[in-house]
């Protein structure tokens, strides 16, 4: 795990990268507030900091106070080192956005107690996040969190010239599986099928469970034509060989339908998800395992 080290005293930051890398830290160093905030806004930035509470340009209470401020999604546990110890300046500290403060000079078993501390809380809350937005069946994003990542991709897409596609895909008679397997034999199937499915799609692409066996894939930079390449690796991938499952080789074909907002398109989340449900269907109409692209 990545801890910033946060520190205008050379000496001192060399001896914290010392106990902390000998206790398998990956030790990222800040010499002055600034580049510690900086640091810590990054998207994969450090979830742990080290503060010394004096730095030039920004001392670590301010950088406490704007990483709570700035509400990043991401919690960072940040433990103030400082050499005043006195009630009030503790309880700035904390009211600041402090987790947790560790008095100057330190003893190295103290901090790792403390650091330990509060990895046990990031790693907490880490899981916490993690459930919150998988699904339990097949481990994909859940509704709320596929919703979320395509409203987003939607903002973030209004300021740039990209392309922006959708795919909605959906078992096909998965309701006779059900039926003739058991129910348990088509978990089987969805949790096989989203892994296939997850499989065909590019590293950069969102892949969540909308609803019963309707899958919704986001696909940020991706015209219909690049759409409907990956869209026919999923279907490929579900056509091509069927499911073992303790109950039997089950066959299972998918039904696609894809819609896109182009360049100058203007894009509403439910219009966007309506066309490709409109896609879907068509698909479905067309006798399953087929692909459809919505009219844009
Ligand atoms: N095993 C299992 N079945 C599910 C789950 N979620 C939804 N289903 C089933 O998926 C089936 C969906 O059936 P329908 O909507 O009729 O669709 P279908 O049979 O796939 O038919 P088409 O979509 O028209 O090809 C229902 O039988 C649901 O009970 C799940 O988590 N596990």
Same mark, same amino acid.
């Given at each position: 795990?990545?801890?910033?080290?946060?520190?205008?005293?050379?000496?001192?930051?060399?001896?914290?990268?010392?106990?902390?890398?000998?206790?398998?830290?990956?030790?990222?160093?800040?010499? @002055?507030? +600034?580049?510690? *905030?900086?640091?810590? $806004?990054?998207?994969?930035?450090?979830? /742990?900091? #080290?503060?010394?509470?004096?730095?030039?340009?920004?001392?670590?209470?301010?950088?406490?106070?704007?990483?709570?401020?700035?509400?990043?999604?991401?919690?960072?546990?940040?433990?103030?080192?400082?050499?005043?110890?006195?009630?009030?300046?503790?309880?700035?500290?904390?009211?600041?956005?402090?987790?947790?403060?560790?008095?100057?000079?330190?003893?190295?078993?103290?901090?790792?107690?403390?650091?330990?501390?509060?990895?046990?809380?990031?790693?907490?809350?880490?899981?916490?996040?993690?459930?919150?937005?998988?699904?339990?069946?097949?481990?994909?994003?859940?509704?709320?969190?596929?919703? @979320?990542? +395509?409203?987003? *991709?939607?903002?973030? $897409?209004?300021?740039?010239?990209?392309? /922006?596609? #959708?795919?909605?895909?959906?078992?096909?008679?998965?309701?006779?599986?059900?039926?003739?397997?058991?129910?348990?034999?088509?978990?089987?199937?969805?949790?096989?099928?989203?892994?296939?499915?997850?499989?065909?799609?590019?590293?950069?692409?969102?892949?969540?469970?909308?609803?019963?066996?309707?899958?919704?894939?986001?696909?940020?930079?991706?015209?219909?034509?690049?759409?409907?390449?990956?869209?026919?690796?999923?279907?490929?991938?579900?056509?091509?060989?069927?499911?073992?499952?303790?109950?039997?080789?089950?066959?299972?074909?998918?039904?696609?339908?894809?819609?896109?907002?182009?360049?100058?398109?203007?894009?509403?989340?439910?219009?966007?998800?309506?066309?490709?449900?409109?896609? /879907?269907?068509?698909?479905?109409?067309?006798?399953?395992?087929?692909?459809?692209?919505?009219?844009?």
């Amino acid at each position: 795990m990545k801890v910033l080290v946060a520190d205008d005293d050379p000496i001192s930051v060399l001896y914290l990268q010392d106990v902390l890398s000998e206790w398998g830290y990956q030790v990222v160093v800040a010499a @002055d507030g +600034l580049t510690a *905030e900086a640091i810590l $806004r990054q998207a994969d930035g450090p979830l /742990l900091a #080290v503060l010394d509470w004096m730095m030039p340009g920004r001392d670590g209470i301010d950088v406490c106070h704007n990483i709570r401020q700035a509400g990043m999604e991401r919690y960072v546990y940040m433990i103030m080192l400082t050499s005043r110890t006195e009630t009030e300046f503790i309880v700035a500290a904390m009211n600041a956005g402090a987790d947790d403060y560790i008095a100057k000079p330190f003893i190295a078993e103290e901090m790792r107690v403390r650091v330990r501390a509060g990895r046990r809380i990031v790693d907490l809350e880490q899981e916490l996040r993690r459930q919150a937005t998988r699904d339990a069946l097949t481990g994909i994003f859940n509704r709320g969190a596929i919703l @979320d990542l +395509l409203q987003k *991709e939607i903002a973030r $897409r209004a300021r740039t010239p990209e392309c /922006l596609s #959708v795919i909605f895909a959906d078992l096909d008679h998965f309701k006779r599986i059900n039926d003739t397997y058991g129910h348990l034999a088509g978990d089987e199937v969805l949790r096989e099928a989203t892994q296939r499915m997850a499989a065909a799609l590019r590293t950069y692409d969102a892949f969540g469970r909308y609803g019963g066996e309707e899958l919704l894939a986001v696909l940020p930079d991706c015209d219909p034509e690049g759409a409907l390449i990956v869209a026919e690796r999923m279907r490929s991938a579900m056509a091509d060989a069927s499911v073992p499952t303790a109950y039997g080789e089950i066959a299972v074909t998918v039904s696609i339908g894809i819609a896109s907002v182009s360049h100058a398109g203007a894009a509403d989340m439910t219009g966007l998800l309506h066309r490709a449900d409109g896609a /879907l269907y068509a698909a479905k109409l067309r006798g399953r395992n087929f692909i459809a692209v919505a009219p844009s």
